[in-house]
């Protein structure tokens, strides 16, 4: 007749075993959905950068092009649309007027506006406040492109420190969901024990 406390004993360890194994694929499962989460959450941090840095992105994309394009990098045909195009603009223009103006106007005060040195002076006023002009913009378009450069910089930092951690939390998921298969294991194993011991003491 088998043993009543053999029989207690061994129903004892089966349960506890099951309880043991339930509890850690649980807190398997726990830990997976954290890790998921985090990864979620880098991911949005990961977009909203991006999208708070794309309009710096995208003003220096053109910035650059228009540098290349002063500099002839782009050919002549758009050289000269870039000086042309720099040369009919409202500031150029006004600036143009307003210096020219004021030479007459001087000219004028003094009485020699027909005068050979004002007519020189205004021939070569134009081309040379053309040339500044010029350069002043390309200034400009490089602290644009800079801009442009230093944010994509940071995209591509974010992204990759992002994919870094998404793949450590990975390796965690994995890592915590061969746990619970191991904890399922042995907790088979311990019930498979449990009832060796039992059937040995048995007969």
């Not at 081309?127 to 644009?144: T, V």
Request: net charge neutral.
């Amino acid at each position: 007749m088998p043993d009543p406390v053999t029989g207690i004993g061994a129903a004892v360890s089966v349960g506890g075993a099951v309880l043991k194994g339930k509890a850690a694929k649980k807190a398997g499962q726990q830990q997976v959905e954290s890790e998921m989460a985090a990864i979620a959450e880098q991911r949005a941090a990961r977009e909203e950068t991006r999208r708070l840095l794309e309009p710096y992105v995208a003003a220096g994309t053109p910035a650059l092009q228009q540098q290349m394009a002063a500099l002839g990098l782009s050919g002549a045909e758009a050289q000269a649309a870039y000086v042309a195009q720099q040369e009919q603009s409202p500031i150029f223009q006004a600036l143009a007027r307003q210096g020219e103006e004021a030479m007459l106007q001087q000219a004028s005060a003094t009485g020699g506006l027909r005068g050979g040195n004002v007519q020189g002076a205004l021939a070569q006023f134009r081309p040379s406040l053309l040339n500044q002009f010029l350069s002043q913009q390309y200034e400009r378009l490089g602290g644009l492109t800079q801009v442009g450069q230093t944010s994509a910089a940071g995209v591509g930092s974010a992204g990759m420190q992002t994919a870094q951690n998404i793949g450590q939390n990975l390796q965690n998921v994995g890592a915590q969901r061969a746990g619970a298969s191991l904890a399922q294991g042995q907790m088979y194993g311990d019930i498979l024990g449990t009832f060796g011991g039992v059937a040995k003491g048995l007969f």
